[in-house]
């Protein structure tokens, strides 16, 4: 294993020209959105607080906005073929399309990221109804995934003009997810270097940790990983490459299926990840097991941790620790049909890292899965 070389150094005032407030919400295109909004209130305890469709005058796509804690998900999808929805989900299937941030001013995001490279999507649109006057802009990002940047100071409605608030369809039982800790994306072999410069110099975000692939490799599934993180520290998006290794890399798994590159996972921060995983697992999310040897020497590994052991180990959560502090997490298996996205619960007590001690462990265990599919 080599030695993390920790590169963060204080972003200036200056380095900082973007000013992203905060993630506002992350958007899917699926093929079902009201049997993928059933999923997110079911399985992840979210509320549906907004609906934007035929019934509100939206008469090419279907959404559901869900919330829980600080996160905010809309599920989107298509009511006809020839639309751009329906063509992106015939060939990426379900997964994030949309990564959105709050801003102060569109129009300087929109400038400051396009002067810098930047592919312009959508030119700052104002966007009015009875509620206000919502401002938004949009940005190509890796694939075909968008960054959008909205300022809602002057927008009281339920969500974007179209959407209506909605009322959950049966009992809503949080999980205690309360917010986005980071969002990774994968790219293609090669790649990993040019989108880790494209957010420094487009975004103004600053390279946090460094793995190369002899930190996260396996016999299979090699990798390699940069992250990258905005002025204030809130976003975090690791970028993936595949790693030469013996047989197929798990990130050229994905871009097989997803057609490109894309998000690959979601990683979502709770308080009490055992509350969360034992009621995630009643609800049947399926997650990834390691081999119980992992237990064995975990107390050796990460000294001692406010959980109890045993029930980390029932529930399948894994442990790292760095300098800084330990974290708790737990992976699920993917959550569509393709072996595309899936979502990652961590719980953080100081450590800042991404958990790189389970990685081989976590890849011994993911091979296994890949090799089920017959893609290794
Ligand atoms: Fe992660």
């Known amino acids: 294993m080599t030695v993390l070389q920790e590169t963060t150094r204080p972003i200036t005032q200056e380095a900082d020209f973007l000013k992203l407030k905060d993630l506002d919400h992350v958007e899917f295109w699926v093929g079902n959105a009201y049997q993928a909004a059933y999923f997110w209130q079911h399985a992840f305890g979210f509320r549906p607080v907004a609906y934007s469709g035929l019934e509100t005058g939206n008469r090419s796509t279907c959404s559901f906005v869900l919330e829980q ?34 801003v102060a001013d ?16 959508l030119q700052p649109t104002e966007t009015r109804d009875e509620f206000g006057v919502l401002r938004h802009a949009s940005i190509a990002a890796y694939g075909d995934t968008v960054h959008r940047f909205i300022d809602r100071g002057d927008y009281a409605g339920a969500f974007l003009p179209t959407y209506r608030p909605h009322q959950p369809l049966g009992e809503v039982k949080p999980v205690g997810l309360a917010h986005i800790d980071h969002m ?9 270097n040019h989108w880790v410069n494209w957010y420094h110099q487009v975004m103004g975000f600053r390279q946090l940790k460094h793995f190369d692939d002899k930190d996260i490799s396996t016999e299979y599934s090699a990798l390699m990983s940069k992250v990258m993180e905005n002025g204030t520290g809130r976003i ?23 057609h490109g590159p894309g998000v690959q996972h979601i990683a979502m921060s709770t308080g009490d990840i055992l509350g969360t995983v034992a009621a995630l697992r009643a609800r049947g999310v399926g997650f990834l097991r390691v081999p119980d040897t992992y237990y064995d020497m975990l107390p050796d590994r990460v000294g001692k941790i406010d959980e109890d052991f045993n029930a980390i180990r029932e529930l399948g959560i894994l442990v790292d620790r760095d300098d800084e502090g330990y974290l708790l997490q737990i992976f699920t298996k993917p959550i569509q049909d393709r072996p595309t996205l899936f ?8 450590a800042r890292g991404f958990g790189k001690g389970n990685f081989k462990a976590l890849f ?3 091979e296994a899965e890949q090799a089920k599919r017959g893609n290794l």
């Open 69 to 102: 804690g600080k996160a905010r998900f809309v599920v989107t999808s298509p009511y006809h073929p020839d639309s751009e929805v329906g063509a992106h989900h015939l060939v990426h299937g379900d997964g994030v399309k949309v990564i959105a941030f709050q």
């Open 106 to 121: 569109v129009e300087q995001a929109f400038e400051a990221t396009t002067s810098r490279g930047a592919q312009g999507l």
């Open 184 to 192: 990774v994306g994968n790219v293609q072999l090669g790649k990993m």
């Open 236 to 258: 975090k998006f690791p970028i993936n490459e595949p790693a030469e290794g013996l047989r197929k890399s798990q990130i050229e798994e994905y871009l097989d299926f997803y």
């Open 343 to 350: 979502i990652e619960i961590i719980e953080r007590h100081g």
């Open 364 to 366: 011994e265990s993911l």
